[in-house]
């Protein structure tokens, strides 16, 4: 069972790409990719990250593992922070720490078989002992939907699906204690995606693993989320659990994405919201209310007042002037 504890704490993280290293580089293009976010991942939870493409969902991914520097805020793991810790308390935490890619072929080596590249991990990090790697990884495999052959295979030998097998197979048989997946379906077909989700469930189960989900797909998130965060341009526009989140959206722009989901029950109808427009360049994002370009309901103080982030019910926290 969970228990209601943080084991992720993030709070007014920013992280701002191609800041000028010294004040008189003129006209230096800084994007504002996560501008002030805070959210926290309870022991045991599916945290969904949802947002179009360009919102912030890698960067926020990559900084919570700290994959990559933050401006500044701070990421806690277990109440340490994490950006603050020496090299060598950092790797030592690492196998705690894992990272799924959309991609995972990118990050196989296409001459080790694929048995030896899970066993890889274990060895490296002193997790396993020569004669118990074998067993260890063939476990692996099996969990993973794969089978026992596979050990010998080489990665161009797998589907796509397999591949994410794979991929999801080296992060767990180090035993994490929390997993970015960033859009781990995303590049795959749809029925494919259902059997990578229906995995996801089936570990989520079995093995009580915090984490958190990236996806540009409501859809998607809703099997496997019980919290949702909605980004927009690196600001979290809404945040509530899943039943609130699809239940009672409440900011304007999770209106429009879920407006935009279809629903399987025909009796149940959704008001269906456009928004205009392309997301705006973070290297200079919009005023105020950073959806007021795009939004059907924007007023003049949006184009003035930033929303503050505000708890409108408990755990249910939305950026904007006109929600009461
Ligand atoms: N290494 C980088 N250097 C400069 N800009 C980056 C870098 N990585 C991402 N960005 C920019 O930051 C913004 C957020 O990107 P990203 O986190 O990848 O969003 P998402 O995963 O939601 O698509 C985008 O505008 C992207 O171009
Ligand atoms: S603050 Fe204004 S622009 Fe922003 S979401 Fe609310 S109504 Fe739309
Ligand atoms: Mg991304």
Redesign the pocket.
Known sequence: MSEAVPLIEVNQLKKY??EPSNIFKRNPEV?Q??DGVSFTIKKGETFGLV????????????TLLRL?SITSGEVLYKGQNLHTLSKKEMRSLRPKLQFIFQDPYSSLNPRIRIGDAIAEALLDHGLASKNEVREKVLEVLEICGLAPYHYDRFPHEFSGGQRQRIGIGRAIVLNPDFIVA??PVSALDVSIQAQIINLFSELQQEKDITMLF?S?DLSVVEHLCSTIGV?YL?TMMELASRDRLYGNPLHPYTKALLSAVPIPDPTLKRERIIIKGDIP???NPPKGCKFHTRCPFAQEVCRKQIPEFREVEAGHFVACHFVE
Do not use: F, M, Q
């Open positions: 790409y191609g994007v990719a996560v947002g179009e493409s360009g919102s912030g969902k890698s960067t926020i991914g990559r990559t960033d859009e990236i540009h980004l690196g360049n973070p290297a």
